[in-house]
């Protein structure tokens, strides 16, 4: 991951923790990953295998990880029924590739934004 795009994930995940803030649902970030990867929900949570299914699974854990307050054994409840093993695996694997790997690292940096708009979709559509 390049320092700059370290510093705005750290920015993001910092502004997501802050006491009071919001946070999003693990189901608003299982959609929006699977958009983002071009792939259905119940793909993400699905015992598929493959690396296109893989991939966004364990990105979208490790997000669920990061910006929520969910334990283990419930994210990993959460993706089909997995074990929270599976979890830390998941978050350890998408730590390391964000680091070795550009294409990660600019995932990551997208995907907050995009999970920060739905939580505040969410909470605009709930004032109205």
Not at 24 to 35: D, G, L, S, W
Not at 39 to 56: G, K, N, Q
Request: glycine letters at 2%.
């Amino acid at each position: 991951m390049t320092p700059l795009a370290e510093e705005f994930l750290s920015e993001v995940i910092a502004a997501d923790a802050a006491v009071g803030a919001p946070r999003p649902r693990i189901a608003e970030i299982q959609a929006v990953v699977a958009a983002y990867y071009e792939i259905t929900v119940l793909d993400l949570i699905s015992e598929r295998r493959a690396v296109t299914f893989a991939r966004p699974r364990q990105v979208a854990m490790y997000l669920a990880k990061r910006l929520t307050v969910h334990s283990l054994p419930r994210i990993g409840q959460l993706f089909g029924n997995r074990d929270h093993s599976t979890v830390i695996h998941a978050v350890r694997r998408i730590e390391a590739l964000a680091l070795a790997d550009a294409d990660m690292a600019h995932d990551l940096v997208a995907l907050a934004p995009l999970v920060a708009a739905t939580v505040e979709l969410r909470l605009a559509e709930a004032v109205h």
